[in-house]
């Protein structure tokens, strides 16, 4: 009788510490929420947000505490003092966010000083993952995108000529320079490659256009950030008859991004790009999480590529949470991450265990007009895609 | 090469107008009373609101929303000249400045209050929109509908300073006030006309360029520079200094972004400090 009571006084005991240590894990949050980049902000949150919305009692116990900070803009001043003091004041346990490539580049040091994973939620500059061993990326690579829009605009859309447009910050350097690679290795040339402001102010697009308009390739290759300098990348396109011309735009998703498409008329119509994501895709898993977007936000929203990606990050932190058991460490979270497989609304995707870069599937898609509004058509579609730039080799993705 | 050239100077005369539109009133009102107004800029994002809010909520068509702008804005800025400006006419520059600055700091904020911080989209009418044809080639129409909107506004102001009695007051007070005051032109009510119909033409002006260059709040800020340079260049109080600073400034930088994206915006600062080295009152600024 009294080793039956010992017994159960152990086993209690042991079984206590598992029943008890709920974990508060303090993430924190490096999104643009004010200025002209808010809306990729509040995109990236909103899918965040529903992914715990719906998921918050799969974490056993464990609470996730968000602290925001507002990385402003481009620049990576205001986000790498944002990071430092969330690191050290606020002692967070994870980092996520980054919606501009330099906010991500001047933060990394931090991160691998501090020991902390960093999450990165959209910031598509190849070699970002390699300037830390914490950090992990959800997102893309501009490379994935360009360097597979060169080779099927030569391939398969049988262009013989482009000309590149990009906003001159690292992304855009860096989508040109792959879809240069991936164009002229099947066949094509590249006639003119045109820096076109930054990406703080969206400019007046008419010269750089005219100077291509007057060049005649067949393809226009264009590189902007998503948002607003899109919207005025497809107004000047048709302003200037280019269509008519014959001169196709082709680029990433980033032109005809889901939030700004209704607003770009039918001369967004004919528009060929390659992406990871559309909201009109037609997976069902795709189609769930459109339904519950619109429901938690309303019927006139829809997620974009920002959206997903947020939901995709926060569904790689719950696996952090839930494989660490809450306790965070660095070394541990980055070993869960690393092959982390997902079914994401925008098809499989994976964590490369060697680069710490997402693989996933890249869509061709085209811009039709259906039942009086415009969509993302899905015209093909390329497998698991591991960045090109590592895979290549090139340049800092070499080193 | 030819074609090159023509495309130059087609899109900047586009680009020169909205600069002479939205600056010539600051160069009149800097080159009369002396007062430096960096709340300029401000006057033309509110033109730019106005325009937009009104075809977008109310549905009023886009010509008689810009007319709507230039009177609305002209009549508040009275408003704002008498209750604030009237007292810093005389005071030193800094005053001027502080003031002004922080004037286009509350719009920047209030604007982003209750607007918010993303752009404004603008549904032009469609008969502004595709492109015309010329013969020789097409041209996109809204840039056409801006360079003859430019040429008249430059035409009209032109008669009304050089051919009206108003007009000669005001020219007669721009080249020595102490003078045009004590021959019994009342300066004050000169400058308040004046003052109106420059913040009118910015507002104009604004809501002119939400289609080319965007209306967001920071757009009062952003395209300062612009508005000072011109009116830098031109020479203060010439409206021919304004049209011929914005058309050389227009062209050059829009040259300078054809013909070798890689420099930016270098070629339009760098041509600001050769003139304003040649002539340091600007092209038609009268020295001191």
């Known amino acids: ?399 | 090469m030819v074609n090159v050239a023509v495309s130059i100077i087609f899109d900047g005369l586009a680009y020169a107008m909205i600069l002479f539109i939205v600056s010539v009133g600051l160069s009149v009102t800097m080159g009369l009373m002396g007062l430096i107004n960096l709340a300029h800029g401000a006057f033309a994002m509110a033109g730019g609101y106005v325009t937009v809010k009104l075809m977008n909520v109310f549905g009023v068509p886009f010509p008689l929303a810009l007319a709507c702008a230039f009177v609305l804005v002209a009549v508040v800025s009275i408003a704002f000249e008498r209750l604030l400006y009237a007292r810093l006419y005389g005071a030193d520059e800094l005053d001027q400045v502080l003031l002004t600055i922080g004037l286009v700091f509350m719009a920047i904020a209030s604007f982003t209050f209750f607007f918010g911080p993303q752009p404004q989209p603008i549904d032009i009418p469609s008969y502004l929109t595709g492109q015309v044809d010329l013969g020789f080639r097409s041209f996109p129409t809204y840039r056409v509908f801006m360079i003859v909107t430019g040429f008249a506004l430059m035409a009209l102001l032109w008669l009304g300073f050089e051919r009206t009695r108003i007009g000669a007051q005001i020219r007669a007070a721009v080249d020595n006030r102490r003078m045009a005051q004590s021959v019994g032109i009342d300066v004050d009510r000169l400058f308040i006309v004046t003052f109106a119909v420059g913040s009118g033409l910015a507002a104009l002006g604004g809501g002119l360029s939400v289609e080319l260059v965007g209306m967001d709040p920071t757009y009062a800020i952003k395209y300062l520079v612009f508005f000072l340079i011109v009116v830098a260049v031109g020479g203060m109080g010439s409206i021919r200094g304004a049209f011929i600073a914005a058309l050389v400034l227009g062209i050059t930088d829009n040259a300078g972004k054809y013909l070798w994206p890689e420099g930016g915006s270098f070629f339009i600062y760098a041509l600001t400090v050769i003139i304003l080295l040649a002539r340091p009152a600007g092209l038609y600024g009268k020295r001191e």
């Open chain 1, 1 to 399: 009788m009294r080793l039956m009571k010992t017994v159960l006084c152990l086993t209690a005991l042991l079984l206590l510490p598992g029943l008890a240590q709920a974990k508060t894990v303090k993430v924190g949050v490096v999104l643009t929420y004010s200025g002209g980049a808010a809306q990729f902000g509040e995109q990236i949150e909103r899918g965040m947000m529903l992914y715990m919305q719906q998921h918050e009692k799969d974490l056993g116990g464990h609470k996730i505490e968000l602290i925001k900070r507002d990385s402003k803009r481009p620049g990576g001043d205001i986000a790498k003092n944002a990071v430092q003091e969330l690191i050290t004041r606020e002692k967070v346990d994870i980092l996520t966010g980054f919606v501009f490539s330099p906010n991500a580049m001047a933060s990394a040091p931090l991160a691998t000083q501090g020991k902390v994973p960093m999450i990165i939620m959209n910031a598509g500059t190849a070699w970002i993952p390699s300037l830390s061993p914490y950090i992990a990326r959800v997102s893309f690579t501009m490379w994935q995108s360009g360097y597979l829009m060169g080779t099927y605009a030569a391939k398969t859309l049988g262009y013989k000529t482009a000309a590149m447009g990009y906003t001159d910050y690292p992304p855009g350097k860096d989508s040109v320079n792959s879809f240069k690679m991936g164009f002229e290795a099947a066949g094509g040339k590249v006639v003119d490659s045109i820096p076109m402001g930054g990406p703080r102010e969206v400019p007046d697009f008419t010269p750089f256009f005219q100077r291509v308009k007057d060049a005649k390739p067949d393809a226009f290759y264009v590189f902007v950030p998503a948002g607003n300098h899109a919207a005025a990348v497809v107004k000047t396109y048709n302003d200037l008859g280019m269509k008519q011309a014959g001169v196709t735009l082709i680029g990433p998703g980033d032109i005809t991004q889901d939030t700004q498409l209704q607003g770009m008329g039918d001369g967004a119509v004919g528009l060929v790009t390659m992406h990871h994501y559309s909201a009109d895709s037609e997976r069902p898993e795709n189609k769930a999480f459109v339904a519950a977007w619109k429901k938690a936000y309303g019927d006139d929203t829809t997620p974009d590529f920002m959206g997903v990606q947020g939901y995709d990050g926060m569904a790689a932190i719950f696996h952090v949470i839930k494989t660490l058991d809450g306790n965070i460490d660095a070394e541990k979270a980055m070993a869960a991450l690393k092959g982390w497989k997902f079914n994401s609304p925008r098809g499989p995707i994976m964590i490369d265990p060697d680069t710490r870069d997402i693989v996933q599937d890249e869509y061709v898609h085209e811009v039709v007009k259906e039942g009086g509004r415009l969509k993302n058509k899905e015209i093909g579609k390329v497998d698991q895609v591991k960045d090109p730039c590592k895979e290549l080799k090139v340049g800092k993705c070499g080193e």
